[in-house]
């Protein structure tokens, strides 16, 4: 099993910056991908950036030019820097980590709410 903690999330206006952390522990694999995907009410869930243990990132198109992810990989770490936020990007932020397995752990979320 992998566990998920994830923080930076909260209140922000328009135009603003965040930046949310995510460090896993448990049966941590050398090869996989971590990331961030986000489920807006009424809406699924999709992806927002993910970044494999290589170096190999996906960014959603809405979030590019806007949304940097980076990995520590020592600290089995993965970050999302956040800027020029926009309502649209008011969703529950979740933290997955994938196994070469494409077996996919979860974190709970951390609400990110913008406003005008």
């Known amino acids: 099993q992998v566990q998920l903690v994830e923080s930076g999330g909260g209140l922000v206006q328009a135009g603003g910056s965040l930046r949310l952390s995510c460090a896993a522990s448990?049966?941590?694999?050398?090869?996989?991908?971590m990331g961030w995907y986000r489920q807006a009410p009424g809406k699924q869930r999709e992806l927002v950036a993910i970044?494999?243990?290589?170096?190999?990132?996906n960014y959603a198109d809405s979030v590019k030019g806007r949304f940097t992810i980076s990995r520590d990989n020592a600290k089995n770490s993965v970050y999302l820097q956040r800027n020029n936020l926009k309502r649209k990007d008011t969703a529950l932020y979740h933290c997955?980590?994938?196994?070469?397995?494409?077996?996919?752990?979860w974190g709970q979320g951390t609400q990110v709410t913008v406003s005008s």
């Open positions: 997955n980590y994938r196994t070469c397995g494409n077996t996919d752990y």
């Open positions: 448990g049966s941590l694999v050398t090869i996989n991908t």
């Open positions: 970044k494999s243990s290589g170096g190999n990132t």
